[in-house]
């Protein structure tokens, strides 16, 4: 039994990695709010974590259905999406200072994971499906397998998103201010891209 324990959190593990390592929002945040933070990372991934625990008990308790209420992801798309919209104007319309362009984003690394998590539909559908399928199987080694599955989630979250703004913060001063121009362009237009359509997926 603690042989298949552990191999069913190697596998935990390993999904919830390709899962936080897709570029996606939440990369563009960390990258930006990890220029002038090393441990950016960790707090976004705390905050991240702050959201996705709920989610884990609801299901537990059998709310599954409720991550997939019309109107939760209709509020979630349109909020979410107006938020990342907007955050990632901020950031467009003031990268053009020297070194300043992370700190512009309107909130603290911890309250930008809260965020980035909670307006995301996705994040939601994900673990109604994928989530739902880890939890199930978590629960058959009883309430420690499901406690220590959250645990090895959320560490794969804090971890690589730390691995980001650390590695960003590391390597700024090798950045030129056609770099920095690019990066935080790219990073204020995945925020925008992502905040449209999460607006609009909720139409479709």
């Given amino acids: ?16 990695l390709s899962g936080v390592m897709l570029p996606g929002p939440l990369t563009a945040a ?3 709010k990890g220029y002038d933070d090393r441990n950016a990372g ?7 974590g ?4 709920p989610m884990i008990a609801l299901i537990y308790l059998g709310f599954a259905d409720y991550l997939e209420n019309p109107t939760v992801k209709m509020v979630t798309g349109l909020a979410g999406g107006a938020m990342l919209i907007v ?16 700190s512009v984003m309107p909130y603290s690394p911890l309250v930008t994971g809260i965020v980035m998590t909670g307006g995301n539909p996705y994040v939601f559908l994900w673990w109604a499906t994928i989530g739902m399928a880890l939890i199930t199987g978590a629960v058959t080694f009883g309430i420690m397998g499901l406690v220590l599955f959250t645990i090895v989630h959320l560490a794969c979250d804090i971890t690589w998103d730390q691995i980001v703004s650390m590695t960003v913060f590391r390597t700024r001063h090798l950045w030129t201010p056609k770099i920095q121009k690019t990066v935080f362009s790219i990073c204020a237009a995945v925020l925008i891209g992502f905040g449209i359509w999460y607006a609009v997926s909720v139409f479709l």
């Fill in 1 to 16: 039994m603690t042989q298949n324990l552990w191999l069913f959190l190697l596998s935990a593990a390993g999904i919830s």
């Fill in 50 to 53: 702050i959201v996705e625990v």
């Fill in 87 to 102: 955050m990632g104007l901020l950031i467009f319309f003031t990268f053009k200072k020297p070194v300043e362009g992370a």
């Fill in 42 to 48: 960790a707090m976004i991934g705390i905050g991240h």
């Fill in 30 to 32: 960390t990258i930006a």
